[in-house]
């Protein structure tokens, strides 16, 4: 017969399971060391605690625990919430900052946008820009979806109001610069347009065409200052079409109903398909404002 039960200095956990073993120590007091049991959080004995104050305890941790799931839901709640409310501007730091990537596609960004680019250019230029870049990106098997003011602007309209909302439904906004865009009054309002849509959006959405003998030097303080800070890309470069395209918004490889990926025609502006050290050359030269 045990004469001597020592239970003290264990990890007692004390909730409504253990009113039966409180009921055990108050039966056999003499044969436990019972001023040792005691609960681990509190370190109260147990055999003077009653069922209600082991309950209560045990209540104290339910409510605690709802109270917390509840402003976790608060703050998932909340956070949903500013998520819908802020989309855009949460998709764009995203991306503008490499996060989340396969979280965040350029497309869902601007999926508002109607054009895939807005063309600003001097009247001057106008046969030479049609002919030239509007043609050329508007066919082949990926063609870019356009804004041409001469095409899209709807006569009578206010020119500046369709200014603005032509560059803000675009994807990017190509500017041919030349020396008669520097004269236009037009031209130099799209651009300054664009550059603040731009700077206030943070993202790189003006791309500089350089064409004919412009003399970067005495541009605007706004547009020297894109110039300096960003990509340009001139007529002349024998990789203009790779740079300007590589600019342009990225194309999604549309796949067909059997599931497979179409072939490309090869596009007759592009001499070969460039390789991966050419790919990681034209890169290095964007980044770095370089023009070979």
Not at 3 to 23: A, H, I, R
Not at 174 to 202: N, Q, R, Y
Not at 225 to 252: C, E, G, M, Q
Not at 254 to 282: C, F, H, M, W, Y
Request: some cysteine; hydrophobic content about 35%.
């Amino acid at each position: 017969m045990v004469e001597k039960l020592y239970l003290g200095y264990n990890p007692w956990t004390c909730d409504c399971e253990m009113s039966e073993f409180v009921e055990y120590l108050r039966t056999y007091v003499e044969r436990v060391d019972s001023s040792q049991i005691r609960c681990e959080t509190t370190g109260e004995e147990i055999i003077k605690l009653n069922k209600h104050d082991l309950c209560t305890s045990n209540k104290k941790l339910i409510l605690i625990l709802s109270i917390s799931v509840l402003v976790l839901f608060v703050l998932a709640s909340c956070a949903t919430a500013l998520y819908f409310k802020f989309k855009k501007q949460i998709l764009i730091w995203l991306y503008n900052y490499g996060l989340c990537l396969c979280l965040v596609d350029e497309d869902e960004i601007d999926e508002d946008k109607i054009y895939d680019a807005f063309i600003s250019y001097s009247h001057h230029d106008e046969d030479f820009v049609l002919n030239n870049i509007v043609s050329n990106l508007e066919t082949g098997p990926d063609p870019y979806k356009l804004c041409v003011h001469v095409r899209d602007f709807i006569p009578g309209e206010y020119i500046k109001t369709q200014i603005t909302n032509s560059i803000r439904t675009s994807k990017r906004t190509i500017v041919f610069l030349s020396p008669s865009f520097l004269e236009s009054v037009w031209g130099k309002l799209e651009f300054k347009t664009a550059h603040t849509e731009a700077m206030l959006e943070g993202r790189a959405r003006v791309i500089i065409v350089v064409y004919g003998d412009v003399n970067l030097k005495m541009v605007d303080d706004d547009l020297k200052s894109h110039i300096n800070a960003n990509t340009y890309v001139k007529w002349d470069d024998p990789w203009f079409w790779r740079k300007l395209k590589y600019a342009l918004p990225k194309r999604r490889r549309r796949t067909s109903k059997n599931g497979t990926q179409p072939q490309r025609v090869a596009d007759p502006s592009i001499v070969s398909v460039p390789n991966k050290l050419e790919e990681e050359s034209l890169t290095s030269l964007m980044r770095n404002n370089v023009v070979p």
